[in-house]
């Protein structure tokens, strides 16, 4: 099974753990990400070679404008995919097997938990795994210590406060924050209703 072959099978399924193929690769990729995160963790790095690094990690080509202050941690890597002028602070964790995708000019702060994986609820099932796609979209700001939850999209500019825990998507142009995760108000200017 190749990456892009696995990629898909997260994308098209809801549970990961019968195909003994895909756990497989998986296993392989989360040796390869804690190989390449320990460089990453371990010792000071030119934004240039950062870059480079992260490029590795992630199996795709990562714009120059990217910034990332480390540690970092990821038991995948493949899955995520980054649009220009990131910056991801130090201390965040991503779960990245149902997919991450940021876009151009997000921030995401200090201590950040991005989980695209739920366990299952049966008991008997719980080593099943439920993939789900979080999106995080173009300047959107996420505070320190935000958990985000697999399925998440959150809208262009919005602004998810330090501490929340997002299990709904959140609109555009808003600030949210609480756990759960609640709109608290619209960024001046938006056209979005507080009540979403």
Known sequence: M???????????????????????????????????TMRINTQYHEPEEMVELFSELTGREVDPSFRLFPPFYTDFGKNIVLGKDVFINAGC????????????????????VLATLDHDLDPAKRQSLHPGPIHIGKNVWIGANAVICRGVTIGDNSVIAAGAVVVKDVPPDTVAGGVPVRVLKKIPGSEIDTDA
Do not use: P
């Not at 149902?98 to 921030?107: E, H, Q, S, T, V």
């Open 2 to 36: 190749t990456i892009t072959e696995l990629r898909k099978y997260f994308k098209e399924n809801d549970s990961i753990g019968e195909n003994k193929e895909a756990v497989d690769m998986m296993r392989l990729c989360s040796r390869e990400a804690q190989k390449i």
């Open 93 to 112: 964790k991503f779960q990245d097997q149902g997919g991450i995708f940021i876009d151009d000019g997000a921030l995401i702060g200090h201590g950040v």
